[in-house]
């Protein structure tokens, strides 16, 4: 276990402290007091493990390859933007444009999340990228989906607000979204049909979901009581008639 | 069956008595104008886009393309084209695609300036006797260099100098992504790149390992659809760029049809097989300056500190917009005008948005000299650069480089038809279809590509040595050395250009 104390540093310095202890062989790595340094994790590629204890900045685990990254409070926006694999769990909420173009790895939130979440992920049969929200989230979610898995859990039931907000899967053409409870149609983009998973879809909902439990201390069964709605896009090419040829 | 009430634009037809039923062109031709009816080849005129594939491979100069003859009553406000696509729209209620920069007949204000050249007071130099320079650096450069004297007596730069990408011209080829091109169009452009020392572009469709050989001559781009983009991706090249817009479509997004979109397409995107790839109008983790700063010291902070460029399309306001992209850190701004091809816009969009690449550069020149800040970045200019005089007067308005895309493919066979949002494109070059693509051989095209880029070489060395200057350095902003014909005072003003006879 290497500490670094990040007080007062610049992201610049922090970061390269970050790769120094990396290059030097250390697998876990313990930020301390972080308060919204930018960019920490960017473009690491090592299976390291790395905890943040403080608020992290924006962009964090931008274009990450493979780290394990936990942090223990809120964090910011653009999480995970072109994330390729690794984690990133966060225990308190997060902001907004998580996951942005996402194509591997996976995103573990416990609390809410903001706007346009999960927009533009894409995966194929080697890799896909997975998002767990166990709030709620803000407009926008999944837009442009074109690959990857979205679940989004809504676990706080006294929450008066909506699970999601307006748009969820706007221009949707791949992938697949799960939301526990009910989805209200008026939310959904026209690129959206809503379904009840069927039992494979419950396989790969219940594997997702696993790993959450596993690293947030929560209760699969729990969790699992509360059934679910898929959301899968109706076309692959849902501008595909907006064109005159 | 309902004839479509758009007339067809051109007339295909075949000369009986010269044809020998040879078939080729209907093997040639990607749209299926021709086909095989018993005893002679069938025309459907409708589906012809003049490309002149067809007669560039008929034996017997029996093809001929016309524009349709029969046109609608002439008419100075109603164009052709107006009263075509309100037919199509009519018949599909669907936006009008279109390829290539726009064809419209604004005024061409390249074609309005003169550059100066000695005579008898100041000697002109002869470039094929004497060194010119046309080496160029792209990115930020010091605003003050320190140098200073080793112990050997050797002078030594003390100054850290930014990253910078070093051309042996001042000229690289545009972004074309793989999907819009085909793979061997890329490696047309990857092989010229490296043997005239200079930079293809991988556009937003990721890097295919073909080309992997070609890295140290190949800029990588970041989209909005964040296609192909990984950390090798991003350290592959030598710098990265950030796509805000192009010029021929300027604020609108990307959406490369499913048509285009096969197995290798798909994987290197990673989206299904026939979809259309979406690229999103905004990138929606850019709203404002400060984000964009964002972006370039994420990418920054991932490629330990590659040059990042900026391409924004030529709108109104570009010189304020140019500057803060220069303040949010960018090594290179990339200027697209109007003009600037594409594989696939709405026709409306590209005849009707942006401004010309000539204004934007010297708008954003001006801006940059005005706020200090001209030495922070490069500009790149492109959107219509037909040769090496238009590279030249770009340069002087004040470019550091211009960057081609239309020029380079022309060398591959491209006629300019316009059709490349299709997919058929009989050359194999905005097409995926492998009995298309097949057609160029990357070795043979490479070939006329760098025959194009050696050409241009010697004439920008002989305007250099008319103008008396042998390094391409001393023209850059060198706006002294244009003369305007026939534009209005304003126009003059804003170019920073006298007029001619003064
Ligand atoms: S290529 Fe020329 S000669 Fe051959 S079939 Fe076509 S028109 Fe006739
Ligand atoms: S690339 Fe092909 S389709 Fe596009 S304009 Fe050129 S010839 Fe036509």
Sequence with gaps: MFEIDAKGSYYRDLNNKVRDAISKGEKEITLKNINGQYYIGDGLREKVSIIIEGVPGNDLAAFMDGPTIRIKSNAQDNIGNTMNSGKVIIEGNAGDVLGYGMRGGKLHVRGDVGYRVGIHMKGDKKQAPTIVVGGTAGDFFGEYMAGGLL?????????????????????????????????????????????DPDADDLKVLKAALTDYCNDLGLNLDEIMKKSFKKLIPVSLRPYGNLYAY | MFKSLAPPEYLATIDREKCIRCKRCIQNCGWGVYSWGGDKILINTSKC?????CYHYCPEEAIEIKDNPTKFKNNAYWSFHHIRNIKRQAETGGIPLTGMGSDQNYPILFDNLMIDACQVTNPSIDPLREPMELRTYLGKKPSSVKIEKGKDGKLKLQTK??????????????????????????????????????????????????????????????ASGRFGVNPDYLNAGVAVEI???????????????????????????????????????????????????????????????????????????????????????????????????????????????????????????????????RNEA????????????????????????????????????????????????????????????ARLDPEVYAERLINLLHAWTHELKEILGALGINSIDSLRGNRERLRGIGLDTQTLDILGVKPAGR
């Design chain 2, 243 to 373: 796509k805000i817009g192009q010029g021929a479509k300027p604020g609108i997004g990307g959406h490369l049809p499913g048509e285009k979109i096969p197995l290798e397409v798909a994987k290197t995107r990673m989206i299904p097989v026939g979809t259309d790839a979406i690229s999103p109008a905004p990138q929606h983790d850019i709203y404002s300056i400060e984000d964009l700063r964002q972006l370039i010291y994420a990418i920054k902070e991932a490629t330990n500190y590659k040059p990042v460029s900026v391409k924004i399309a030529a709108v109104h306001n570009v010189a304020a917009i140019a500057s803060g992209i220069v303040r949010a850190g960018a090594d290179i701004v990339y200027l697209d005008g109007f003009r600037g091809g594409t594989g696939a816009a709405p026709s409306i969009i590209r005849d009707h948005l942006g401004i010309p690449i000539e204004h934007a550069i010297a708008a954003v020149d001006d801006r940059l000299r005005q706020e200090g800040i």
């Design chain 2, 49 to 53: 886009v003049k490309c002149l594939r």
């Design chain 2, 378 to 437: 490069s500009i790149v200019a492109a959107g219509g650069i037909r040769s090496s005089a238009d590279a030249a007067k770009a340069i002087a308005l004040g470019a550091d480089a211009c960057a081609i895309a239309t020029s380079a493919l022309i060398t591959m066979g491209c006629t300019t038809c316009g059709k490349c949002y299709t997919g058929n494109c009989s050359w194999g070059i905005t097409t995926q279809r492998p009995e298309l693509t």
């Design chain 2, 161 to 222: 100098m930014p990253p910078q990408i070093k051309l042996d011209l001042p000229i690289i080829f545009s972004p074309m992504s793989f999907g819009s091109i085909s793979l061997n169009a890329q490696k047309v452009l990857a092989m010229a790149a490296k043997e005239c020392g200079t930079v293809m572009n991988t556009g937003e469709g990721g890097l295919h390992e073909d080309l992997f050989p070609y890295k140290s001559n190949i800029m990588v781009q970041v």
């Design chain 1, 151 to 195: 679940i989004l859990l809504g676990l706080d039931e006294n929450d008066p607000r909506p699970i999601v907000g307006d748009y969820l899967g706007t221009g949707m053409h791949g992938g697949m979204i799960f939301i526990r409870g009910e989805v209200d149609e008026k939310l959904c983009g026209a690129e959206v049909g809503i379904m």
